[in-house]
């Protein structure tokens, strides 16, 4: 068994890691030696839990850094060699904004939408395709010259992204994407990152899929909406579930994560708590105290709340303080996927969508408007393409009114939310430089008394709402919000023309 590497590793991850490796040589795999043919179709999966800042992460990277090194293909969603002699490793995380977070530390991830979807490819680029990531002779394609596909050549040994090259070389998803498909073949092996977010449909879809499959994630999180408390790591005991305790070096001057730990206290109130969070902003500029709500901030990262009426009031002031009204969207009005609205004749079309980073609760900027009535131009965060034009129906809700209005209001396509608040629950899987937590929600979730898996509910939202924060946490006392500074921009998006594939279509 190869030995894990002990310069990085510490005791409780070594152990994880033994216990991995353990696996992966049942079904042929030594991690940074070999791979040799997988010979059975056996389940193989075990569970990687601790809490913010154990290391999870750090285990992950060495991991997948060893499996390539042992011969591994690398599964990115974008398209895959046709080669039945090597084995193969897909990372993923349940959203977009989780597998960017894993990207922006050197870890290549996707989403598992789009692992369970894979593109079809033009034949006629599919050669350029096959080019980049197989090797063998140089195509020929009418209307690429060579410039070109040396310009996509260099983008590919530089990022590994077949899609990346092709744009390099001019070319738009919408040239050589023809369209989507579900999976029709199991892969090998699986590792998934915030693994506290799955549901039971998505963790059969993923046994489905994947005979090996290692999940790391956070049991001090949230549990999905829909499962009464109860998280996928729950099904797993003894040795198929290994929990990281250590809190590393590196997080160990992080007042955020100091913070979050001290949650785990079971005498710990929440005006002991919040005393807490003042006396680290006395000393520590990475934690602060704010009597209002910073609305600047509140375009790019939104305001973690717990109560639904809360993110109400707050986007309705929000937009006020930007002069937006009912009848218009202002370009970088953050937005959140509420789902597609499509009738099930249009599963490719929701495939489309979904392939392309519009599932529920993805984070999207509003650029402007389509071509077409009920059409936007979108930035959808974390996404490798990000930006889009789809039919679109954005709801702006209003406080005490039961019908949200809708500036946008397509016969059907994708649905969207205000972005600028956002439940705590829809903020799990994401992580921003600056956080700002809604304290007022948090005492009130403290006086209602719940307990969720054997923990009172305002310690779980305190704990996944400060642990979004990187590098600041902004702790709101009250009901108040600033002016803005400055307008709503787009500049920081980096904006290009959106491809129109989607918007060309007909509505039927």
Not at 24 to 36: K, M, T
Not at 323 to 346: R, V, Y
């Amino acid at each position: 068994m190869t030995t894990p590497p002990t310069t990085t590793l510490s005791p409780d991850q070594a152990e994880a890691w033994d216990r991995i490796a353990e696996i992966l040589s049942d079904s042929g795999i030594d991690i940074g030696e070999f791979a040799a043919p997988r010979e059975d179709d056996d389940s193989r999966i075990i569970a990687i839990t601790g809490k913010a800042g154990s290391g999870k992460t750090l285990l992950l990277a060495e991991m997948v850094k060893g499996l390539r090194e042992a011969g591994l293909d690398l599964v990115s969603g974008d398209y895959e060699r046709k080669r039945k002699d090597r084995r193969t490793l897909a990372v993923l995380a349940p959203t977009n904004k989780a597998a960017s977070v894993l990207r922006t530390r050197g870890v290549p991830a996707t989403t598992i939408h789009r692992i369970l979807y894979t593109p079809v490819y033009d034949p006629e680029y599919e050669k350029i395709a096959e080019w980049l990531a197989e090797g063998g002779s140089r195509p020929t394609v009418e209307g690429l010259t060579d410039e070109a596909l040396d310009r996509a050549k260099r983008v590919y040994d530089e990022t590994s992204s077949v899609p990346g090259a092709l744009a390099a070389a001019g070319l738009r998803g919408s040239d050589f994407i023809t369209g989507w498909k579900r999976r029709d073949s199991p892969l090998d092996v699986g590792f998934v990152d915030e693994s506290s977010m799955l549901d039971d449909k998505q963790f059969e879809d993923l046994k489905e899929i994947f005979p090996t499959l290692v999940l790391f994630g956070d049991p001090a999180q949230l549990a999905p909406v829909n499962q009464s408390g109860r998280m996928v790591f729950d099904r797993f005991s003894g040795d198929d579930l290994k929990h990281l305790d250590r809190v590393h070096r590196q997080a160990a001057d992080n007042p955020i994560l100091d913070l979050a730990h001290a949650l785990g206290d079971p005498d710990l109130d929440f005006h002991s708590f919040e005393q807490m969070i003042e006396d680290a902003a006395a000393t520590d500029d990475r934690i602060q105290v704010a009597g209002r709500v910073d609305s600047d901030l509140m375009a790019r990262s939104p305001v973690l709340v717990w109560r639904n009426a809360t993110r109400i009031r707050l986007i309705r002031a929000f937009r006020g303080a930007h002069g937006a009204d009912d009848t218009q969207m202002l370009p970088g009005e953050p937005l959140i996927c509420d789902g597609l609205e499509l009738p099930l004749k249009h599963r490719k079309r929701r495939i489309d969508l979904e392939a392309r980073g519009l599932i529920k609760g993805a984070q999207v900027v509003y650029l402007g408007p389509g071509r077409k009535p009920g059409f936007s131009k979108l930035h959808v965060v974390g996404a490798p393409e990000p930006e889009i034009s789809v039919s679109s129906i954005v709801k702006i809700e209003h406080p005490d009114e039961e019908e949200p209005f809708l500036p946008f209001a397509a016969r059907m396509g994708a649905a969207f939310l205000h972005g600028a608040a956002v439940t705590i629950h829809k903020a799990q899987g994401s992580q921003w430089d600056r956080v700002q937590v809604f304290a007022p929600d948090l005492y009130a979730a403290s006086r209602a008394g719940r307990i969720e898996a054997g923990q009172h509910l305002w310690k779980r939202l305190a704990y996944v709402a400060i642990t979004r924060a990187a590098t600041q946490l902004i702790w709101v006392k009250r009901y108040a919000l600033a002016l803005p500074q400055q307008p709503l921009d787009t500049a920081d998006l980096k904006v290009e023309p959106a491809p129109l594939t989607l918007e060309q279509e007909t509505q039927e």
